[in-house]
T-cell receptor, first 114, second 118 residues
Framework: SAVISQKPSRDICQRGTSLTIQCQVD?????MFWYRQQPGQSLTLIAT?????????ESGFVIDKFPISRPNLTFSTLTVSNMSPEDSSIYLC???????????FGPGTRLTVL | AQTVTQSQPEMSVQEAETVTLSCTYD???????LFWYKQPPSRQMILVIR??????QNATENRFSVNFQKAAKSFSLKISDSQLGDTAMYFC???????????????FGKGITLSVRP
């Protein structure tokens, strides 16, 4: 399976600011995904990032709030913009397996907004 | 749309014993994948086991096995010889089989907290 890293691993931010989370994979992958896990909850897909095209957002998530970049086949970023305490969550990136029949996850970024 | 239901919020098991975690799902798809992921306190999501819906044989991975009942849309995880390191949150997840190259989105259940007692 791919080795996936995320930066930062955790952060505490002030209301109204923005944070960019990076996801790096050790091999080229077609699809990268960004999930949010609110405290005590399950994972919810924010968007899917395919290299060279605009990210596809799920219902309830918009590009202005969660802009995503996918500049190459091993890297993606998610920005959480104009943060509020409700954005406090774990943000996880994942990637498709080589046969597109499995997803592997990064270690997650724990975000706290004060 | 697919839904995944994990109705047990938490379970506890004695070390070395066997425990079964339940999961049901609803879909109109005929071909799909089912997964169990483990999330320990470190929050890393770890793939435990995967089942292809077109395979009748239940998947096994060492101490982990599933009971896949396609007609009943049931997908339970059995952990044998439970170890302290199995303490974690376990999520059941569904993914549609993707022929067209479109994204292979995972739909998760709410998860179950498993505690292994020494």
């Amino acid at each position: 399976s791919a080795v996936i890293s995320q930066k930062p691993s955790r952060d505490i931010c002030q209301r109204g600011t923005s944070l960019t989370i990076q996801c790096q994979v050790d091999s080229q992958v077609t699809m990268m995904f960004w999930y949010r896990q609110q405290p005590g909850q399950s994972l919810t897909l924010i968007a899917t990032a395919n290299q060279g095209s605009e990210a596809t957002y799920e219902s309830g998530f918009v590009i202005d709030k969660f802009p995503i970049s996918r500049p190459n086949l091993t890297f993606s970023t998610l920005t959480v913009s104009n943060m509020s305490p409700e954005d406090s969550s774990i943000y996880l990136c994942s990637v498709d397996g080589p046969n597109r029949d499995t997803q592997y996850f990064g270690p997650g970024t724990r975000l706290t907004v004060l | 749309a697919q839904t995944v239901t994990q109705s047990q919020p938490e379970m506890s098991v004695q070390e070395a014993e066997t425990v079964t975690l339940s999961c049901t799902y609803d879909t109109s798809e005929n071909n799909y994948y089912l997964f169990w992921y483990k999330q320990p306190p470190s929050r890393q999501m770890i793939l435990v086991i995967r089942q292809e819906a077109y395979k009748q044989q239940n998947a096994t991975e060492n101490r982990f096995s599933v009971n896949f009942q396609k007609a009943a849309k049931s997908f339970s995880l059995k952990i044998s010889d439970s170890q302290l390191g199995d303490t974690a949150m376990y999520f059941c997840a569904f993914m549609k089989l993707n022929y067209t190259g479109a994204n292979s989105k995972l739909t998760f259940g709410k998860g179950i907290t498993l505690s292994v007692r020494p």
